[in-house]
C-alpha cells in the first residue's frame, strides 16, 4: 500500500511570512489559466472576436475575485454554514483550505456577467472564451488538496494498487472500524489496521479528481474548442464535462463528517453536480438549435 507522504503544508518561510502549498496551487492554477487564453488568441475563432492580451488581464482580475469569494462563500454556506455563521471570523482563514468549486463557478458566473457588461460583449461569448482554461487550473487546486492530506478517499481494499494511508485519517479509520466491522473482517482490513497502528486504505480520491476534473476535461475541451462552436456550446460542455466527473468521483471520496451521506446515498458534491449536467445539457441543445435556425434563416 501506499501512504501519503504526509507533506509539510508550508513551502517556505520567508521572515515571519509563510508561504502554504495551496496558495501555490493557486498561483499555479492561474497561471495556466492565463497561458490557455493566451494560446487561444492564435486559434482563427478567438481572433475573429478580437480578444487580446488586455482581456486576459482584465479576465483575471475578475476570475480571481469570482474564485476567492465564491469558492470561499460556496463552501460556507453550502457546507458548514452553522458553524461559521457562529464562528464569523473563520470565514476569513482561506489559506486553511475550505473552498467550493459550485461556490467559486457561481462567483466566477457573476464575475463575467460583470465583465461582459462592462465590455459589452455577449456573455456565453466570454464564457466560451475561459471554458477550456479551467481544468488545468482545477488539477492544480487538487494537487494542493492532496498536498494538505485532505478531502481524502473511501476506504477500499488493501489489495487495491492506488490503496493509499492518509495519517490525517486516523480518527475517521478508527470511526470506520467501530462502524462496520462485518464489512473490515470481510475485506481483511483487520489485520491490515493493526499493522498500520490504527489505519486504512482508502482512495487517494484527490488524485482521481485532477485526473478527470482536470487533465481528462481540459483534453476534451480542447479538443472540442479548437473549431468554431455555436455561442455557448463550449460553456456547455464544461459544465457538462465537470459535473459528470465530479459525480463520478464522489463514488470514492470521503463525505465530509459534518454532512455524511444525504438524500439516496449521495453527497453535497453529487447533489450540486446534478444541476449542472441538466444545466449544461440544456444549454447545450439551445445552442446547437439557435445555430440551426440561424442557418435556416439566413437560407
Known amino acids: 500500500m501506499l501512504i501519503h507522504p504526509n507533506f509539510d503544508p508550508i513551502a517556505v518561510h520567508i521572515g515571519p511570512v509563510a508561504i502554504r502549498w495551496y496558495g501555490l496551487m493557486y498561483l499555479l492554477a492561474f497561471a495556466l489559466c492565463i497561458l490557455i487564453l493566451r494560446l487561444r488568441l492564435k486559434q482563427p475563432q478567438i481572433a475573429a472576436q478580437q480578444w487580446t492580451t488586455k482581456d486576459i488581464d482584465d479576465l483575471l482580475f475578475h476570475g480571481v475575485l469570482g474564485v476567492i469569494l465564491g469558492g470561499r462563500l460556496g463552501y460556507v454556506l453550502f457546507y458548514q454554514a452553522d458553524y461559521y455563521f457562529s464562528h464569523p471570523m473563520q470565514i476569513l482563514r482561506v489559506w486553511e483550505g475550505g473552498m467550493s468549486f459550485h461556490g467559486g463557478l457561481i462567483g466566477v458566473t457573476l464575475a463575467m456577467i460583470l465583465f461582459s ?106 479538443f472540442f474548442s479548437r473549431k468554431p462552436k455555436p455561442l455557448g456550446a463550449v460553456s456547455a460542455l464544461f459544465i457538462i464535462g465537470y459535473g459528470i466527473a465530479r459525480f463520478l468521483v464522489e463514488f470514492t471520496r470521503q463525505p465530509d463528517s459534518f454532512l455524511g451521506f444525504l438524500a439516496m446515498g449521495f453527497t453535497m458534491g453529487q447533489w450540486l453536480s446534478l444541476p449542472m449536467i441538466v444545466a449544461g445539457v440544456i444549454v447545450m441543445i439551445w445552442a446547437y438549435k439557435r445555430q440551426r435556425s440561424s442557418v435556416a434563416q439566413a437560407v
Open 117 to 222: 457588461y462592462k465590455r459589452k460583449r455577449p456573455w456565453l461569448q466570454v464564457t466560451d472564451y475561459i471554458a477550456p482554461a479551467v481544468p488545468l487550473g482545477l488539477a492544480a487546486g487538487r494537487f494542493g488538496n492532496f498536498i494538505n492530506g485532505e478531502l481524502w478517499g473511501r476506504v477500499t481494499s488493501p489489495t487495491a494498487p492506488w490503496a493509499m494511508l492518509f495519517p490525517d485519517a486516523a480518527s475517521e479509520d478508527r470511526q470506520w472500524m467501530l462502524a462496520h466491522p462485518a464489512e473490515a473482517a470481510r475485506m481483511g482490513l483487520v489485520s491490515v489496521y493493526q499493522q498500520t497502528q490504527g489505519l486504512l486504505p482508502r482512495h487517494p480520491s484527490e488524485l482521481y479528481e485532477m485526473v478527470l476534473e482536470g487533465f481528462v476535461l481540459f483534453a476534451v475541451m480542447w
